[in-house]
Nanobody, 125 residues
Framework: QVQLVDSGGGLVQAGGSLRLSCAAS????????MAWFREAPGKEREFVAA????????SYADSVKGRFTISRDNAKNTVYLQMDSLKPEDTAVYYC??????????????????WGQGTQVTVSL
């Protein structure tokens, strides 16, 4: 069993930056694929970024590519999402997720086993 706790959200002006954290307990994150999803008001939850367990590959949604960076610190059992050049359309609740390595595409929400509680990110004009 893995417990994930998301933090780091807040209110920021457009063009600003935030760093989200996802602290894990129960198992070592080095064995897991990790990802961030987000859910905006009135919209479905969508994939944002993923980091593969091997540490050799990352994946990003087109809407955040070049602005967001996913990383992990296995010693701290924590995953991060660095968000730069934020836009109002990035406003959402952000969730981290974990799953065992799988061939299922990372965009498939149902393939992710463990979820954080979410952290609110609000980007103002």
């Amino acid at each position: 069993q893995v417990q994930l706790v998301d933090s780091g959200g807040g209110l920021v002006q457009a063009g600003g930056s935030l760093r989200l954290s996802c602290a894990a307990s129960g198992r070592a994150l080095s064995n897991f694929n990790m990802a961030w999803f987000r859910e905006a008001p009135g919209k479905e939850r969508e994939f944002v970024a993923a980091d593969y367990w091997s540490g050799s590959r990352t994946s990003y949604a087109d809407s955040v590519k070049g602005r967001f960076t996913i990383s992990r610190d296995n010693a701290k059992n924590t995953v991060y999402l660095q968000m730069d050049s934020l836009k109002p359309e990035d406003t959402a609740v952000y969730y981290c997720a974990a799953r065992w390595p799988s061939e299922v595409p990372v965009l498939a929400q149902g393939s992710w086993t463990y979820w954080g509680q979410g952290t609110q990110v609000t980007v103002s004009l």
